[in-house]
T-cell receptor
Framework: AQSVTQLDSQVPVFEEAPVELRCNYS??????LFWYVQYPNQGLQLLLK??????LVKGINGFEAEFNKSQTSFHLRKPSVHISDTAEYFC?????????????FGTGTKLQVIP | EAQVTQNPRYLITVTGKKLTVTCSQN?????MSWYRQDPGLGLRQIYY???????DKGDVPEGYKVSRKEKRNFPLILESPSPNQTSLYFC??????????FGDGTRLSIL
């Protein structure tokens, strides 16, 4: 079984300030890790993914995330946010092997960028 | 353009009136899924399919049916909708070991 915890349901931050959105996961097997972004009235778009290799992963729109295996975390960061980053962000995990490789999502974090 | 298309985007209906939400993908993906999104609960998987004629229950399958007669289509069927099925629904598809591609969502209101 696997699970994803996003402890912060909402994160307000001023424009041009840095932000970190936290994600912790639990799994008995190896996993791939993902961050998705959902803008209002839209579906989810892939922001970045960790499959293997370097633990620092860079994604679109200036976001990056770091995989920390010992802390089972995959926190999302951006050094300077823009108004257009206002959206809901979902962390997700997927088993690396097995038949179906189910994807499990966290409950989401709403990022509100304040002008 | 690679995409997952859901229809309708919005629907208001009444309890007990059967409805179908269609989903189609043009990426030749084997795997397709339906999710519902509710405030504070994130995305919960309803059903998934690993290929044509292969479907299985997700975490919240009660009250829903699916079929996969063709690789590109994966309709979600509510035989007798109830108000607790009012939600935002997403269809997604992917290849093996790949990220999900999502549709734009279907907002269902069941009165």
């Amino acid at each position: 079984a696997q699970s994803v915890t996003q402890l912060d349901s909402q994160v307000p931050v001023f424009e041009e300030a840095p932000v970190e959105l936290r994600c912790n996961y639990s799994s008995s097997v190896s996993v791939y890790l993902f961050w998705y972004v959902q803008y209002p009235n839209q579906g989810l778009q892939l922001l970045l993914k960790y499959l293997s290799g370097s633990t620092l992963v860079k994604g679109i729109n200036g976001f990056e995330a770091e995989f920390n295996k010992s802390q089972t975390s995959f926190h999302l960061r951006k050094p300077s946010v823009h108004i257009s980053d206002t959206a809901e962000y979902f962390c997700a995990v997927k088993q690396t092997s097995g038949g179906y490789q189910k994807v499990t999502f966290g409950t989401g974090t709403k990022l509100q960028v304040i002008p | 353009e690679a995409q997952v298309t859901q229809n309708p985007r919005y629907l208001i209906t009444v309890t007990g009136k059967k409805l179908t939400v269609t989903c189609s993908q043009n990426m030749n993906h084997e795997y397709m899924s339906w999710y519902r999104q509710d405030p504070g609960l994130g995305l919960r998987q309803i059903y998934y399919s690993m290929n044509v004629e292969v479907t299985d229950k997700g975490d919240v399958p009660e009250g829903y049916k699916v079929s996969r007669k063709e690789k590109r289509n994966f309709p979600l069927i509510l035989e007798s909708p109830s108000p607790n099925q009012t939600s935002l629904y997403f269809c997604a598809s992917r290849g093996p070991s790949q990220p999900q591609h999502f549709g734009d969502g279907t907002r269902l209101s069941i009165l």
